[in-house]
């Protein structure tokens, strides 16, 4: 009898090691990291979702690349992959300036008025700082081969991934954004805009991490 291929969706073992890796990979510091901090530090941590939500429709949207094949080729091609680093150099320098120019502003009276109708901007957001990132697209390529077998039916073995993956960035970025939330009620108008220009710092350093990412670390 031919033995059964061992995948992420039918193997407790190697979704565990999956799942560590997701871990990892999630409270690593990065573009989504800072974006969830920003967006709960300035809009409260229920806002933050919208942000939140937006950044996981990104992560699935590498997946989705990954999974007919797209993200090989988009990793693989020196000129696709620069275009799309340095929009996403761009959109991080973009928020940078945003969150500085923000900077001067009482950040608890601006949580406070803020209407809901300001999540539909923070969701498009999110969604561009995870589209414009290679580092998921990097991730799904470099470690997805070592869980996903050829031989079995792939639409099961990249639904538990993409869940796995979803809900642990949701854990994660809900923790970065509730602490961002926390601290701002520690603070005084001063720190407040210290804080913010901090973040704005931490921007403008994710963008220059990126426009320093090589297309040779996704091989």
């Known amino acids: 009898m031919m033995a059964t291929a061992r995948t992420v969706a039918t193997d407790w073992h190697l979704w565990l090691g999956f799942f560590g890796a997701s871990i990892a990979i999630a409270f690593s510091p990065g573009a989504g990291a800072i974006q969830s901090m920003a967006s709960g530090l300035t809009h409260g941590l229920l806002r933050a979702y919208w942000s939140i939500l937006g950044q996981e429709l990104g992560l699935l949207f590498q997946l989705a690349l990954v999974a007919v094949g797209l993200g090989a080729i988009v990793a693989k091609s020196i000129l696709t992959f620069t275009v799309i680093k340095f929009v996403g150099v761009g959109y991080l320098l973009y928020l940078a300036l945003r969150q500085w120019r923000a900077s001067g502003r009482d950040l608890s009276e601006k949580v406070s008025a803020t209407p809901p109708r300001a999540g539909f901007p923070l969701l498009a957001r999110g969604f561009l700082v995870n589209t414009t990132n290679p580092k998921a697209l990097i991730f799904y390529l470099a470690v997805l081969p070592q869980f996903v077998s050829p031989t079995a039916p792939l639409p099961p073995q990249y639904l ?44 403008a350093t994710a963008a220059v991490v990126l426009a320093l990412m090589r297309r040779g670390a996704t091989a």
């Open 160 to 203: 538990v991934i993409g869940l796995t993956f979803i809900v642990v960035d949701v854990v994660v970025m809900s923790v970065y954004a509730g602490l961002a939330t926390r601290l701002l009620r520690l603070l005084g108008d001063r720190q407040q805009m210290l804080l913010n220009r901090f973040f704005s710092g931490l921007f």
